[in-house]
């Protein structure tokens, strides 16, 4: 084998050596039972407030599919409502920085 080929093979393997997986793993942690209740609550209680924010980003970025702007506010809805805690302030707040 060439001396190129040994160090770049040299170099990979320490990459990948440094790199540990985070705490839970690769992927996203499922939601549990009781998560998912609580996000089930909080989505009817915030549903005006979704889709307002999905009006006003879908008018700030044409461009861009609503589907793909309305994925992206669920994927800050749920990481709104694990990160909340009533007594630091409104959920508006958090989600509208998420979002």
Not at 13 to 33: D, E, I
Request: proline share 5%.
């Amino acid at each position: 084998m060439s001396e190129a080929k040994q160090l770049s093979l040299q170099i990979n393997n320490n990459q990948t050596s440094k790199r540990k997986p985070p705490k839970g793993g690769w992927l996203a942690q499922p939601l549990s039972a009781s998560e998912q209740k609580h996000i089930a609550e909080m989505y009817v209680k915030h549903h005006g407030l979704i889709k307002l924010l999905g009006a006003q980003l879908t008018k700030r970025f044409p461009m861009v599919d609503n589907l793909d702007v309305f994925s992206c506010i669920d994927i800050a809805f749920i990481k709104s409502c694990r990160a909340f805690d009533p007594t630091k302030g409104k959920f508006s707040t958090i989600f509208t920085k998420f979002a």
